[in-house]
């Protein structure tokens, strides 16, 4: 790698940042087509490059302008020679034609007018104008309007390069004229190998493993993990041991974090709040430290479901989480890993309530869970067990109500539940009804109540009979069912759930009573009955007289009045 030339108190970022294509860490596919764009001539008026901050966008950026601009490039190469005047001057930020506005504080619409006015002048030192605008997404809607126009269109010879790590943020139209390149975090391999190259050139002895704690704290920016390297060379000189970069970052060793791992998923309660009180009395932050946790927990996961990623870790650790994949089940590390991973530890809270309150309730779980594979073939090898003696109780004497020779009702579930048949019926029930109240609309009764208030429902073949305790709940759902539009998605709900086209049928478990008492006749006595579950014990007619009604009311005819009684 060339380094650029600066001075020589800068800091290692900007003394190691890429000068050609070829330096670009962890961008390859990006670099490749910018790389064969330029050998070819194939360049666009506009750039969009977006993605996290530190993977080297604007690195890039000046890239294409010193490779648009370098006087040395042969016509089919695209990289830039990085030595000639032009190249040089662009590094430096001294060259005329290379124009970098940062958008965050130039973001007012008379910036961009100003901006405007300038793009219509001619290169003056080299053969493109460049303009690098950074964080374009902090423009405001007047300013994006208006450079919009220019970017559409811009003069010949002129190229503009945006940066943005939002570009959700930027108008469609701005997105549809650009080039489009999304950069992706630098993987720790990438960034591990990047950083020995810089520790060598600058003579510097750190060990693998401290360059991978660095990477891993650098989330996928090279600048930041460039930044850690610098003050550690800072602050230790140049021989780096891991427990500086520990005591710089302010993290707990691996092997802590997998002695709390392995106290949790082997079911030692108390040891691993003693672990967790222990680091938080120490005065360490606990957010890494659940970090840490999480990151373990996942290779555990993944090591128990034959996916090996522990390439994070060291060999012993690695070799720590085999074995406790080996030795855990499954669900007891997924339940461990979905407790830690929802609740974010604060420095509000008082010391480690939430780490506390997810040891426990792991604890909890673990011992609600069924009875272990050894339980089951003790209980299959006939093993005695011994059953406690059941609290004898003097049977309460039932008191049996006057019979009044009423027809015997309909049970709830008709069908008898066998293997979990049962069970499977009630569900696609409740399903039913669930179905009914989200889908079908209501026109004058609500479906699915009325549904809700069956007495028993029986599934026969190919037809579902739902019976009702009272006549008039069956004429409306049969009166709600004449609607095509609800009878037709009735009728859908009932084959999805059950697979088959169902017929409907619906009866009234009482009309036999009403028919046998002359009642039809009288919708009052049918509420009464329906409404206290009653019969009909003698039947007087009463006259009822209009003239003692006041005028205002409406006159009465004769109606039977039947005496019910509650069964």
Known sequence: MRRVQTMANDVLYRKWRPSRFSNIVGQGPITQTLTQSIA???????????????????????????????????PAIGDPCSACNNCTAIETGSFI???????????????????????????????????????VHQLTDAASEAFLKTLEEPPPQTVFILATTEPHKLSPTILSRCQRFDFRKISIT??????????????????PEALRIIAQTAKGSLRDGTNILDQLITSFGSSI????ARELLGLQSEDRAMVFVKHLLTGSTPQALETINSVSSEGHDLQPFQQMTIALL??????????????EFSKDIASQLSFIAESVSLSKIMNALRLFNQFRHEESLSGPLLFELAIVELELASKEQPASPGLQNASANNTPQ???????????????????????????????????????????????ITALKTRVPKRQFDVAALVRSSKSHELNDAILTISFSTKSNSERLEKELE????????????????????????????STQSSQVNGADSHLVRAAVNLYQGHVISKNTIETRAENLSSEEPQLNPVDQEEVTDE
């Open 40 to 74: 070819n001539n194939r360049t666009s008026h506009a750039y969009l490059l977006c993605g996290p901050r530190g993977t080297g966008k604007t690195s890039t950026a000046r890239v294409i302008a010193k490779a648009l601009n370098c006087t040395m490039r042969p």
């Open 97 to 135: 034609d290379v124009i970098e506005v940062d958008a965050a504080s130039n973001r007012r619409i008379e910036e961009m007018r100003e901006l405007r006015e300038k793009v219509r002048f001619s290169p003056t030192a080299g053969q493109y104008k460049v303009y690098i605008i950074d964080e």
């Open 190 to 207: 990438d960034m591990v190998d990047h950083l020995k190259e810089i520790a060598t050139h600058e003579g510097v002895d750190i060990p």
């Open 241 to 244: 041991r891991v427990e500086n």
């Open 298 to 311: 996942r290779a555990a996961l993944l090591e128990k479901t034959g996916v090996a990623d522990t390439a």
């Open 386 to 432: 011994a059953i406690p003696p059941q609290p004898t109780t003097k049977p309460r004497p039932v008191t049996q109500p006057p019979s009044f020779n009423t027809p015997p009702t309909k049970p709830f579930n008709a069908v008898p539940p066998s293997n979990g048949l049962g069970a499977k019926i009630d569900d696609d029930w409740k399903n039913f």
């Open 483 to 510: 609607h095509p539009p609800i009878r037709i998605e009735v009728e859908k709900i009932l084959e999805e759930i059950y697979g088959k086209p169902i017929n409907l049928k619906i009866e009234s478990v009482n």
